[in-house]
C-alpha cells in the first residue's frame, strides 16, 4: 500500500482602489523609501537592498508577534505601471511567492496583493492554512489603509 501525501497551495488576495494615477501608484509603493509609511510592522531595511528589476534582493526586518524577523524578498518579475512579482523567505513561516499588480482604472488604479504559499507539514501545516491566511487578509488591509491616508496626503 502507498501513502499519499500532498499539501494545497494556499491563495490569498484581496483589491483596493486608490484616486491616484497608476504612474504616481507604482512609483510610490516600490520606492524603498517609503515602505516605513505603508509596511506592516516595518523596522528597517537592509541598506544594500535593491528593488527596481528581476534579480534586486530587498532585505526588510519586521516585528511580528513581538519578535524582530528578517525578510528576504527576491525579485522575479519588474514591469513597471503593471506589476511586481517576488519570492520571499522568513523563518518560521513558508516560502511564499507575492504578485503586486497595478491596474489602471479611470484616472485611478486598482491594487491587487497575491500571496502563494504551500503549507508547510504537521502542526505547523494547520498554522500555515489558519492564522497564517488570517494574518496575511489583516496585514493587506492595514496597508491597503495606510496607503489610501498616503495618497490622500499626497493629493493635498
Do not use: C
Not at 516595518?42 to 534586486?56: K, N
Not at 519570492?87 to 479611470?106: I, K, M, N, V, W
Amino acid at each position: 500500500m502507498t501513502s499519499l501525501t500532498f499539501a494545497l497551495v494556499v491563495r490569498v488576495e484581496a483589491a483596493h482602489r486608490f484616486e491616484v494615477p497608476v504612474e504616481q501608484g507604482f512609483a510610490y509603493v516600490t520606492d524603498l523609501k517609503n515602505w516605513p509609511k505603508f509596511w506592516p510592522g516595518f523596522v528597517r531595511l537592509d541598506s544594500a537592498s535593491g528593488w527596481g528589476q528581476p534579480g534586486d534582493t530587498a532585505r526588510l526586518v519586521t516585528s511580528l508577534l513581538g519578535r524582530e524577523v528578517e525578510l528576504t524578498m527576491n525579485v522575479e518579475r519588474f514591469e513597471p505601471n503593471k506589476l511586481v512579482s517576488y519570492t520571499s523567505t522568513q523563518r518560521g513561516l513558508p516560502d511564499a511567492y507575492h504578485e503586486r499588480h497595478f491596474e489602471r482604472d479611470d484616472g485611478g488604479f486598482n491594487y491587487r496583493l497575491v500571496v502563494e504559499y504551500e503549507p508547510r507539514p504537521g502542526v505547523r501545516g494547520l498554522y500555515d492554512r489558519s492564522l497564517l491566511r488570517l494574518g496575511i487578509r489583516r496585514a493587506f488591509r492595514r496597508t491597503f489603509a495606510d496607503l489610501a491616508r498616503e495618497f490622500d496626503r499626497l493629493r493635498s
